[in-house]
């Protein structure tokens, strides 16, 4: 059996293509939905998981009549090629590297919730409240500054009268 009857080169460039553009079209979703969805991964992080765990696990799944081998290969260095190539052009360029993985933001300042870049957060109050308290925050006061970084953990810089 050649590797023609496995699957065609149209075929292969068609799943190529479609992972990539599926790849990217989740990208897209995952930052619209805003960091704190993350949970200490990345995006990029996030993104090579499921598109791995899709690609690998309907492959260990599947026959071969339903999900062939070498397009889920195709699919597997699709996903890893545009995780490298992202990666790549982060390092090289600070203006992909914030549409990529974004930066950190500001949201208390002195003591005040920025409502606003809650907001763009997708966070209410309530669940900034909820991370603070996990970090051992008794009162909003203390804090001089709180960012929500781009894993969607949050990092407190507290008022110098208040550290201990």
Do not use: C, P, W
Request: proline share 0%; aromatic share 8%; charged share 25%.
């Amino acid at each position: 059996m050649d590797i023609a009857t496995l699957i065609s080169f149209d075929d292969a460039v068609s799943v190529f293509v479609r992972t990539i553009l599926i790849f990217f079209f989740a990208f897209v979703i995952l930052r619209f939905l805003g960091r704190r969805h993350l949970s200490h991964l990345t995006y990029l992080d996030l993104l090579l998981v499921i598109g791995l765990g899709s690609a690998v696990g309907d492959v260990m799944i599947y026959g071969e009549n339903t999900v062939h081998f070498l397009a889920s290969a195709i699919a597997i260095l699709a996903v890893g090629l545009s995780i490298k190539v992202l990666d790549e052009l982060s390092s090289r360029s600070k203006r992909v590297s914030f549409l990529v993985t974004g930066t950190a933001r500001l949201i208390i300042e002195d003591g005040k919730i920025l409502s606003d870049m809650l907001e763009k957060e997708d966070m209410t109050e309530a669940e900034l409240m909820s991370l603070l308290r996990e970090k051992g925050v008794s009162s909003i006061g203390n804090v001089k500054r709180a960012y929500i970084e781009i894993d969607g953990e949050v990092s407190i810089i507290f008022n110098r009268k208040h550290q201990g």
